[in-house]
C-alpha cells in the first residue's frame, strides 16, 4: 500500500521568506510524486511532478521539488514567497499508475 | 472550458435520501477518479474508471455507494440511505494516463 505523510499542517510566513514543505511517501516500488495546490475558492491543481530522470524538478510560479529516494522524501520549496502563494498544498504518490494517494495538506498563509 | 465539470455543486439532504452526482471528464481521458475529502484531510481515493470499466474501489465506498461510467464518458456516483458521515466534498477527476490529475470543482454534500 501506499501512502503520504505531510509534516506541517499550517505554515505562516512573511513575503520574501522561504518555504520548505516536507513529504513523506511509503511504497515499495517505483513511484510518480506530485505536488497538487489549492488556492482559495478555486479547485486542485497541480504545481509539478516527478517521473524519473532529475530529481530535481520545477513547476509553476517558482515551486521546485527535490525527490531523495534513500529519504523516501519529496520536499517542495521556494526561495521567496509572495502573498498569492496563499494556499493548501498537497503532496501524493501514484505507485501503479492507477489511483494516487494524497497527504492530509499543508495549508500555507504568507503575510504581505 | 474544457476543463471537468460536476454537478451540483452544492447538494443538502436529509439523512436517509439518495442522492447522485455527475461528473464530466475532459473529453480525451479516458480514466476518471472519484475522492472524497473532508475538512483537514487531503482527498480520499474511491474509485476509479478507464473507459466504462471500473478498475478499483477503495474499501471506503460501502454497499452504499456506487459508481458508473456506462459510455466511458461522464460518470455518476450515487449514495444511498445517505448519513451524517458522508458530508463531504466530493471530487471527480481525469486522466490520460493516469498520472497527472486534472480536479473538478467538486460536489459539497451536506446531510442533515
Known amino acids: 500500500a501506499q501512502s503520504v505523510s505531510q509534516h506541517n499542517h499550517h505554515v505562516i510566513l512573511s513575503e520574501a521568506a522561504s518555504l520548505e514543505l516536507g513529504c513523506n511517501y511509503s511504497?515499495?516500488?517505483?513511484?510518480?510524486l506530485f505536488w497538487y495546490v489549492q488556492y482559495p475558492g478555486q479547485h486542485l491543481q497541480l504545481l509539478l511532478k516527478?517521473?524519473?530522470?532529475?530529481?530535481l524538478v520545477k513547476g509553476i510560479k517558482g515551486f521546485e521539488a527535490e525527490f531523495i529516494k534513500s529519504k523516501f522524501s519529496f520536499n517542495l520549496r521556494k526561495p521567496s514567497v509572495q502573498w498569492s502563494d496563499t494556499a493548501e498544498y498537497f503532496c501524493?504518490?501514484?505507485?501503479?499508475?492507477?489511483?494516487?494517494?494524497f497527504g492530509d495538506g499543508t495549508t500555507l498563509t504568507v503575510k504581505p | 472550458d474544457t476543463g471537468v465539470s460536476q454537478d451540483p455543486r452544492h447538494k443538502i439532504t436529509k439523512r436517509g435520501q439518495n442522492v447522485t452526482f455527475r461528473c464530466d471528464p475532459i473529453?480525451?481521458?479516458?480514466?476518471l477518479y472519484w475522492y472524497r475529502q473532508t475538512l483537514g484531510q487531503g482527498p480520499e481515493f474511491l474509485t476509479y474508471?478507464?473507459?466504462?470499466?471500473?478498475?478499483?474501489k477503495s474499501r471506503l465506498l460501502s454497499d452504499r455507494f456506487s459508481a458508473e461510467r456506462p459510455k466511458g464518458s461522464f460518470s455518476t456516483l450515487e449514495i444511498q440511505r445517505t448519513e451524517q458521515g458522508d458530508s463531504a466534498m466530493y471530487l471527480c477527476?481525469?486522466?490520460?494516463?493516469?498520472?497527472?490529475?486534472?480536479f473538478g470543482s467538486g460536489t459539497q454534500l451536506s446531510v442533515l
Open positions: 477527476a481525469s486522466s490520460s494516463g493516469g498520472e497527472k490529475l486534472f
Open positions: 511504497y515499495g516500488g517505483t513511484v510518480n
Open positions: 516527478y517521473f524519473s530522470g532529475d530529481p
Open positions: 501524493a504518490v501514484n505507485g501503479n499508475a492507477g489511483k494516487s494517494t
Open positions: 473529453s480525451e481521458h479516458n480514466r
Open positions: 474508471f478507464q473507459n466504462e470499466a471500473q478498475l478499483e
